[in-house]
């Protein structure tokens, strides 16, 4: 049998809420400045949860110097263009036309694809007095945009950063919640693994920060309502959290065989060592208070590493800091610790950045393969008082340096879907 | 060397029936699904017919309490994975084991879905409030929990039938659910194959479910130029775009190892699949076909075999000028002049999008287990530019037991899957 081939994370691209690049945002999460403030991406005054995560004075056209694609582009599609650009760039490497065959491509994407502004066009043609009629679209003057159709396709983002960058190999967008990004890394791994690329761009984008997402999460009553403190809103593991904070953005790396990486040259910053996935099979609204579900992703990811769970130093949690995902997510890194829970690093960059839903699993494992690079352990702000639910070593006060020889990654979707990724130190590969 | 993967269930259910049975009946017997639209009133617009599937719901999910938070796609996904898990016989033979055993069989069951996703009926749950709102968003933002549903977004995730069939089956292990417009079905076959292979499960269920005619939909596609007004012709020279259907569509994967085993029947061998996007854009489409020749050549090299084993080819067929043109250039490419003979099944059952890939893989089983290549039954004429090109309005036979199966989409997107049936 041949051995499995060992896939490098050679590149990495971020835009989230507290910044608009990757060394910027790595640079506030280990200060534990917070993204955290007052919706202005449109008027949140009525409703019952006014804060959020935004990413700010972004212009995509600083990065992407091409009108046209933009055009075609949502927000978070903007996002990801980015993001990947500047994945891209750090790599050294990118498609071209004689390997893009051999380019692959994968994604975690929001689901949101119409616009507020686009409902309300379809409100006044179709359903004047709120009920849906559809030959209102008939109009003569209905302002039919092919453009915000294909902008509102589920693969659109694909489409765009498929063509922008060359990639012509195997491509694929997944959605599973808020589990999407570390998915399609998985997913992204394992292409590698079985041959059917040699390079791949993968990561997600997602924005929810818009009329319809946060009024979803707040019919739900999963965000937190602290309206008048947004930077402590976010407070994952802390006794008095009250829900998440929606947050928005985009995070890409570039992935290859580490034998070529190294043959080229290229900086490694660190393995992408495994993955592990798993459902719940729980409730569609709810997590296993015990942790089952998680604890099998996590088992799966270690195993799939081909170390043992002494080896992981810092764990880069789900943590949304809603009541009952924190405790689920203890109670599973507990049972896959064991005596070891007390003295593994644990945080949530979501108390800095906000919950960025489908682009959170892509954005926290660029997060992991820094902080294995720097020999930091980030921040998990705003907490103060302790949960016995939530018995972990968690990076409190300020980051942390500690050398880390693998770190993982939790994302935990809706619906049950569970994704762990296991990152290792190339100190400890080589 | 990879180990053997065995499909060991089927299911299926669109506009020409609710078993695979039904379908391939009517495939075989020249019925078409493609008939008026009932789903809503559609007699003055340009487009008014599609492959409705008319499957009560009580009958697709027996569950009531369930309808309330689920979409229609996911009524359809759930009813067909539920089909492929039953004829499988796997929750008959987990009833077998003890707890200790049940326990690994469970994590190591799969779940693959291709989801259609993020459509526009959903949004109109909130229309009244956009309405009450008149156009002030802070007013809006303190009335819309006043008419629509707390569990909205539940309803609506993506994802549901992942979620919903887990918990249905106690299927908790490696799954992934994939959004990638048509591509979606096809893509999950290959996924959980790979994910057997690759030892990160003993057995997976694979699902592609969509419901794309919606008013909004229609209306879209309509204007792009893709939509028949009147029915699918695969290859013929006056094709005139598709024809939308809907439903789902179903396969039971595991290794042959397991499956002999425990005594079930195998209905055939995944062999391989490729996967390639011509990087063109959400509608752009390369008339040379070089994006679904790489895929299929990607496919072939997956299952290690070569062109000359293909015994059929159930083509994407979609009855587009563009598509239908460059896929008979990239199988010319692949096969040169030994082109197995070649059939579509959208006149049938109509374009699921998500669900056609998967869909035509099952019927493809089918078919061949019954040793015949379907006629396409809507071709009058033979688009001469293709010639020679093996299509037939009548039944042909298939040059071996296996079956490469082509879908497109959205993004320049190409899969390719080779099957084998088993008699």
């Given at each position: 049998m041949t051995p499995r081939r060992r896939i490098a994370i050679t590149g990495i691209g971020m835009v989230t809420p507290v910044g608009n690049d990757a060394r910027s945002t790595w640079a506030n999460l280990q200060a534990g400045r917070s993204g955290l403030a007052t919706i202005r991406n449109f008027d949140a005054s009525g409703f019952p949860v006014r804060i959020g995560a935004e990413v700010k004075s972004f212009d995509a056209a600083a990065v992407i110097n091409n009108p046209k694609l933009l055009k075609l582009a949502t927000r978070p599609h903007q996002f990801a263009l980015a993001a990947a650009e500047e994945a891209l760039t750090d790599a050294g490497i990118r498609p071209a036309i004689s390997d893009g065959h051999r380019w692959g491509f994968t994604v975690g994407a929001g689901m949101m694809g119409v616009n507020y502004r686009e409902l309300e066009t379809v409100q006044k043609f179709c359903a004047p007095d709120g009920e849906f009629q559809p030959d209102g679209l008939l109009a003569e003057d209905f302002p039919a945009d092919p453009l915000a159709f294909s902008r509102s396709q589920t693969n659109a983002g694909l489409a765009l950063l498929t063509r922008h960058f060359g990639i012509r190999g195997y491509a694929t967008a997944v959605h599973t919640a808020c589990a999407s990004g570390g998915q399609a890394l998985g997913t992204a791994l394992k292409v590698l693994r079985r041959g059917h690329a040699d390079f791949m761009l993968a990561g997600g984008f997602d924005s929810m920060l818009n009329p319809i997402g946060i009024a979803a999460f707040c019919l739900l009553g999963?965000?937190?309502?602290d309206n008048d403190a947004p930077e402590r809103a976010s407070r994952p593991f802390d006794a008095t959290r009250n829900g998440f904070v929606m947050g928005e953005g985009a995070g890409f790396l570039v992935l290859e065989n580490w034998d070529s990486a190294r043959k080229r040259g290229a900086k490694i910053y660190a393995e992408l060592a495994g993955d592990g996935n798993s459902l719940s099979c729980y409730r569609i609204t709810d997590s296993p208070p015990d942790g089952d579900g998680p604890i099998q992703a996590i088992q799966q990811a270690i195993a799939d590493a081909g170390i043992s769970a002494d080896e992981i130093d810092y764990v880069n949690a789900h943590g949304t800091s809603t009541q009952m995902n924190d405790k689920s997510e203890c109670a599973a890194l507990r049972a896959v610790l064991k005596s070891r829970v007390g003295d593994v690093l644990v945080s949530s960059t979501k108390s800095c950045m906000g919950h960025l839903i489908a682009a959170a699993g892509a954005v926290e494992a660029a997060v992991c393969a820094l902080a294995i690079r720097d020999g930091i352990a980030p921040v998990n702000a705003n907490y103060s008082l302790p949960d016995p639910d939530c018995n972990v070593n968690l990076v409190r006060g300020k980051s942390k340096p500690v050398r880390i020889r693998a770190a993982i990654s939790n994302s935990l979707g809706f619906g049950g879907s569970n994704s762990c990724l296991v990152f290792r130190n190339p100190e400890e590969v080589e | 060397m990879n180990a053997k993967i065995v499909f060991t269930g089927l299911g299926a259910v669109c506009g020409a029936g609710k078993t695979v049975d039904e379908i391939f009946d009517a495939i075989v017997n020249g019925r078409s699904a493609v008939a008026p639209i009932k789903q809503f009133d559609a007699s003055r617009w340009p487009v008014r017919v599609a492959a409705e599937c008319n499957v009560e719901n009580k009958i697709l999910v027996a569950d009531r309490k369930l309808h309330k938070s689920i979409s229609r796609t996911d009524m359809f996904g759930i009813y067909a994975a539920d089909s492929a898990i039953r004829q499988s016989g796997l929750p008959a033979h987990r009833e077998t084991l003890d707890a200790a055993a049940t326990i690994h069989f469970n994590d190591r069951s799969g779940i693959f879905a291709g989801s259609g996703g993020g459509n526009y009926y959903c949004n109109y749950d909130f229309l009244p409030a956009i309405a009450a709102a008149g156009g002030d968003l802070k007013i809006f933002g303190g009335q819309f929990t006043e008419s629509v549903n707390p569990m909205w977004l539940l309803r609506h995730l993506p994802n549901n039938v992942l979620c919903h069939v887990g918990i249905r089956q106690n299927f908790k292990g490696a799954n992934a659910c994939i959004t990638n417009h048509c591509t979606g079905g096809a893509l999950a076959v290959a996924e959980a194959a790979a994910a057997i292979r690759a030892g990160e499960a003993d057995r997976a269920v694979a699902v592609g479910h969509d419901t794309p005619f919606e008013p909004e939909t229609l209306f879209h596609y309509q204007r792009l130029g893709l939509l028949s007004p009147e029915i699918v012709r695969p290859f013929d020279r006056d094709r005139s775009g598709t024809v939308f259907g809907e439903g789902a569509a179903s396969v039971m994967l595991e290794t042959a190892a397991d499956a002999q085993a425990r005594h079930a029947a195998s209905l055939g061998e995944f062999l391989g699949s490729g996967c390639a996007t011509?990087?063109?854009?959400?509608f752009g489409i390369r008339p040379d076909g070089d994006g679904l020749s790489q895929a299929i050549q990607n496919a072939l090299a997956d299952a290690g075999i070569s062109p000359g084993a293909v015994g059929m080819i159930v083509a994407h067929g979609n009855g587009t000028h563009a598509s239908d043109a460059s896929e008979a250039r990239a199988i010319r490419r692949v096969f040169g002049e030994k082109i197995p003979p070649i059939t579509g099944f959208k006149w049938a059952y109509g374009h699921l999008i998500a669900a056609s890939g998967i869909l035509d893989l099952v019927l493809a089983l089918t078919a061949l287990r019954k040793k015949i290549v379907p006629g396409i039954h809507t071709l009058n004429f033979p688009d001469p530019e293709f010639a020679p090109f093996p299509v037939s309005k009548t039944a042909q036979p298939p040059r071996s037991d296996i079956a490469l199966v082509l879908c497109r989409g959205f993004g320049g997107m190409n899969v390719a899957l080779l099957a084998r049936a088993n008699p």
């Open positions: 999963a965000l937190s309502t | 011509e990087a063109t854009g959400v």
